[in-house]
């Protein structure tokens, strides 16, 4: 079963950052838009951030202004640049693709104040 494998998660304190990662095979990062999803522990799956197949790149208003998504194309990955992270934050991070057609793991974030 194709799979995404995402990377990056820890922990840091309020205010710090985190990079992740995710990566997949190149047919889907050539045709599929890519997103970043977080479930927080007694929480539904929340859309975080997206980018699409021609580069346009969305935010949750939650995120906006701190997290970044960007795409390495040769390297068929999918970054997740997070700053001034919040203890709100925390949660388990998914990355995932065409519309939900694929899935990776999860990486675990936790913000401590």
């Known amino acids: 079963q194709v799979q995404l494998v995402e990377s990056g998660g820890g922990s840091v304190q309020a205010g710090g950052s985190l990079k992740l990662s995710c990566v997949g095979p190149?047919?889907?990062?050539?045709?599929?838009?890519r997103a970043w999803y977080r479930q927080a522990p007694g929480k539904e799956r929340e859309w975080v951030s997206g980018i699409s197949s021609d580069g346009t790149t969305r935010y949750a208003d939650s995120v906006k202004g701190r997290f970044t998504i960007s795409q390495d194309n040769a390297k068929n990955t999918l970054y997740l640049q997070m700053n001034s992270l919040k203890t709100e934050d925390t949660a388990v991070y998914y990355c995932g693709a065409c519309g939900g057609g694929y899935w990776g793991q999860g990486t675990q974030v936790t913000v401590s104040s």
């Open positions: 190149r047919y889907i990062f050539s045709n599929c838009g």
